[in-house]
Each structure stands twice: as C-alpha cells, then as structure tokens.
C-alpha cells in the first residue's frame, strides 16, 4: 500500500514508467512538482498534452513535426544531394547539434531486430526506397547505431539501394582523439584500421 495519498502516488506511478526513472527518483520528481509555483507545473502538464497532440511524424523523413513536413525538409539551404540515414529522432537530433551535417535526413523509426520481432516493414524502409528512386541523391550516409542490429540494418539498405546511381558510405568509428589504445576494445581497433586514412 502506498504511503502517499492518491493524487501524489499516482503521479509517482506515472513519472516511474518514464526510461531511467527508479521510484525513488519518480518521488522527488512529484515533490518538486508539488513544490514549485502553480503555474510552472501547468506549463508542464501543458507541455506534455501539446506535444501528444501536435507532434507527428513529417510525411518526408519521419523527424519529428508540427507541420506536415519538417523544418528540416522545408529548408531550401540544405544539401539535397546528401541523405543521412538515422534509427530514430534522437539520433537526427545529436548530428545536428554538431553543426556539420548540412544535407537531408530519413528516419528509420526504429532497426531491423528478428530476435525483437521488428522486420524491414515495421520500418519506413518503402520510403527510404522510394525517395532515393525519385530525388537526386549524390551520397547516402548509413548512420545507424554501431550494433549488430544496427550494422545489420545498414547492411540490408545499402543492398536495397544498391541498383542506384548513389554512393553508400557510413560514419567513420574507432579510436576517439584523446583515448589510449591500451583500453579500447576489439571493435574499436578494428574499425580504426579498417577506416584508416591518409595523413
């Protein structure tokens, strides 16, 4: 039985299903709520409503969207000869807070994982085929997350885009500037020499 009342015990059941969120943390999360202006925590309930309601997925690359296509895709500056292939939101949001990818992007929505149960058609895959098929790509870049069902996803792509004019390139791994060799894994080496490049 919960030692709080219904209201706050229900909020800390909900703020607990959040990723990362334990049930300790879910209770200082609810007592903050509790404490802080009135207004503050409405602007937080409004948020949370807002973005349920309004955000959807733009028809072109499946970033996240207020409109029907994203401001991504609206923007006439950007490189539309390169195309940049991400598993999810998040991962389109992290390359362009490095502020050098300047082309398109297409959302997977997810990576083909058999052991999960998702195939290439839980995946906007279709998609991705049909937008090489009629736009003028010069470069697709595999992004996906350096996993097995990462790598895996990549792979089937790149065959699926294989019969068009584009190249296929993925983003370069291995050692990072500042890391020691002595503690890098088997991966990382390998991936450092097989990307190796001219100085």
């Keep these: 039985m919960s030692k709080h009342a219904g209201a706050v015990s229900q909020l800390v059941e909900q703020l607990g ?3 990362g ?3 300790k943390s879910a209770e200082r999360l609810a007592f903050h709520i509790l404490r802080v202006p009135e207004p503050e925590a409405i602007a937080l ?7 349920r309601n309004d955000v959807r997925y733009c028809a072109i690359c499946f970033n996240l969207s207020e409109n029907e296509s994203c401001a991504i895709c609206n923007d006439p500056n950007r490189d539309a ?3 940049c292939i991400v598993e ?8 362009e807070q490095s502020g050098v990818f300047k082309g398109h992007y297409h959302v997977l929505l997810g990576r083909i994982a058999p052991l999960d ?3 290439p058609d839980q995946l906007t895959v279709d998609a991705l085929v049909d937008r090489v098929r009629t736009s003028n790509f010069a470069e697709v870049i ?5 996993t097995v069902e990462g790598d895996g996803t990549s792979l089937y792509i790149s065959n699926l885009l294989s019969e068009f004019p584009v190249e296929i390139t993925r983003l370069a791994r291995g050692i990072t500037a500042g890391s020691v060799l002595e503690y890098a894994n088997r991966e ?3 991936d450092a020499l097989t990307g190796r490049q001219k100085l």
């Design 81 to 83: 000869t390169r195309l």
């Design 45 to 51: 309930a409004d948020a949370i409503k807002r973005v």
């Design 188 to 190: 990382m080496i390998a």
């Design 117 to 119: 149960g998702i195939g």
């Design 21 to 23: 969120i334990g049930r």
């Design 142 to 146: 595999m992004a996906t997350n350096p």
């Design 88 to 95: 999810q939101p998040r991962d389109l949001m992290s390359l």
């Design 17 to 19: 299903r959040l990723p």
